[in-house]
């Protein structure tokens, strides 16, 4: 299988340095150029389907990349990674604590723990294996859970999980 995972393009959100999480923030202007351009840059790859989350900035990234070449089929196990209080808030304010240590395990403050979004995105990478191993598979997803499916993928590894840090409208290539 061939997958090729696409984090979503930019929202007001983003360019506020603000926490998005589960809430439903469309793309702005910047966004929909950047879902354009990686149209573009994925334009010779001839995919067999695509998966998204059901964000709306998810879902309108991938809408413009695969137009009406074929359905897109949303995953609530896609969904970013519930951020509990510090939605809207400040993302500064939110990496004060570290979330994403798989030892501490942290859902204060309703955040969702990092165990889960390993656990769940691990299922769904099972699902893709079982169901499209012949496949070749565009996703559009978010930061956490791209960044979950590449250790689910790779391997984890303490020394360098904080440097996968999936960017707006950026595209990473896997063979599996």
Not at 7 to 28: C, E, F, M, S, W
Not at 100 to 105: E, G, L, S, T
Not at 127 to 146: G, M, P, Q
Request: a neutral charge; hydrophobic letters at 35%; one cysteine or more.
């Amino acid at each position: 299988m061939k997958l090729v995972m696409v984090r979503h393009a930019k929202t007001d959100y983003n360019d506020k340095g603000l926490v998005q999480g589960i809430l439903d923030i469309p793309l702005n202007e910047e966004g929909i150029m950047q879902a354009i351009n990686i149209k573009e840059k994925l334009k010779n790859i001839k995919f067999d389907l695509c998966f998204s989350s059901p964000l709306k900035r998810t879902l309108e990234t991938a809408k413009l990349i695969v137009g009406n070449d074929f359905p897109i089929i949303t995953d609530e196990l896609l969904i970013e990674r519930n951020m509990g209080t510090y939605e809207g808030g400040s993302f500064n304010e939110y990496q004060k604590h570290d979330f994403w240590d798989r030892n501490k395990n942290y859902d204060i403050n309703g955040v969702e723990p990092v165990r889960n979004i390993m656990k769940r995105t691990e299922l769904f990478l099972d699902n893709l294996k079982r169901e499209y191993k012949d496949k070749t598979i565009l996703l559009v997803s978010h930061t956490a859970i791209l960044r979950a499916l590449h250790f689910n993928i790779v391997g984890y590894d303490d020394t360098w999980f904080y440097k996968f840090k999936p960017k707006n409208g950026e595209a990473y290539y896997y063979d599996i």
